[in-house]
């Protein structure tokens, strides 16, 4: 095993909806002293992408519905944002002290949908997470490996709580060119006996790891992990990353 | 913010029980081209630590209970591991397709107490996880700090499985010298706006970067993450990360 270095990249300008975000981050690489390296993994904050995307409603234009409006008051919440969480969501799993935990349109499980009014610039904003955080991570992997012509993998992240542990962690939401778990299923460990645990959540911790670089107020939405071998895919989601509701203990 | 390293660090003999792991660590160190620095993060993994520490149990010397019996029938387990598990436990949380999720005597939920049968050399062993993780933590990090004149921090760390997403992620079980949570209460984002996302659970993301060059048949039970600014404590406890049962919608 070799050394593993977590590069933290700045943005050149603020990003506006309509912002190409992948052409963005290539011209922040290609002006920074930063150049890639075959094998890098771009990972990108969700809230640049989402910027972009013009993933931002206003909350002025939200009419709450009657449903929204009794959770806002159970809640303690914004009946607007409370609408906005419900639209961006397949099902809520819970809801306490200011806290709606759902099922996401994408599938993944996180609280508020993900849904954020921090660092947008306007208290009657809100910001979704992106569309298809997927197909967003694929994008940038094009462009960067086109302006740059190194072959690299992307991750889009966002941070979320969890149960049982206290405080956030990075997680991956989106996923191009590397498969989010890495099974060790049939492998054997340094005595010949077959590994039990089986599957390690890479992407994640990979998400991780930049969020060390990346910071909450530092402006750092783009990190740089260079060192880690990992077999490069065509096909993958960060959908993988989620357990099936009927194999969850926890739902 | 400036880059960060995750540099891996082999142990220079098998551990066996008995060993005082955290002069090992030091003597790995020392006799490796990597020098300690001022602000680096030792990441030590569980398993060196309980081998080192005799948390081992041979398994055809538990008598188990009926308890123990009926719910290894009921999942398909040994029901000596089940005993096991038990013992190690406070409360069982859930119990179906073979895991067994519990809280821990520290507090910690995790699926089978963290008792784990992989790379330990035997099949009728059973690897506990350390009494006292924090504890251990301190151990290494003193011994780590007269030894080299370093200040340093010590995550012990432990690969554990969660709910909502599949594979596992490395968490920090024990700390020494370092808060598990980075708080933003109170700060403001780019724009003068009140930060709502206000902990990230550093510990648990430091030791998902270290597993990245850890693996897990690779025999690197060590890694030290240098760059990362982080404010030095004297008191702190890896229980901080645990989420008061009373505070958890999933519980």
Do not use: H, M, Q, R
């Given at each position: 095993m070799a050394e593993i270095n977590i590069i933290p990249l700045r943005v050149c300008n603020e990003v506006r909806p309509g912002d190409k975000i992948d052409s963005m981050i290539a011209d922040s690489l290609l002006q920074s002293r930063q150049a890639l390296a075959d094998g890098d993994i771009v990972i990108v904050t969700q809230k640049i992408v989402s910027k972009a995307e013009g993933r931002?409603?206003?909350?002025?234009k939200v009419k709450p519905s009657r449903k929204a409006v009794r959770m806002a008051n159970d809640h303690g919440k914004d009946p607007r944002i409370v609408e906005v969480i419900l639209r961006e969501?397949?099902?809520?799993?819970r809801a306490s002290g200011g806290v709606i935990v759902v099922e996401t349109r994408h599938g993944f499980v996180c609280a508020n949908a993900g849904v954020d009014q921090s660092?947008?610039?306007?208290?009657d904003l809100a910001l979704l997470l992106p569309l298809d955080p997927d197909k967003s991570a694929a994008t940038i992997k094009n462009t960067l490996e086109s302006r740059t012509g190194k072959k690299v993998a992307v991750i889009i992240t966002d941070t979320f709580g969890r149960p049982f542990r206290n405080g956030q962690v990075n997680v991956a939401i989106g996923v191009a060119g590397i498969s989010p778990i890495k099974s060790y299923v049939g492998t054997a460990d340094m005595h010949g006996k077959k590994l039990r645990?089986?599957?390690?959540?890479i992407a994640d911790e990979l998400a991780s790891a930049a969020e060390l670089v990346m910071g909450?107020?530092?402006?750092?939405p783009v990190a740089i992990i260079r060192g880690y071998k990992f077999k490069y895919v065509r096909k993958c989601s960060a959908i993988e990353l989620v357990r099936p509701e009927q194999k969850d203990l926890f739902r």
């Open positions: 931002i409603v206003e909350l002025e969501s397949k099902k809520v799993l660092n947008i610039g306007g208290d645990v089986t599957e390690i959540a909450k107020i530092d402006s750092v």
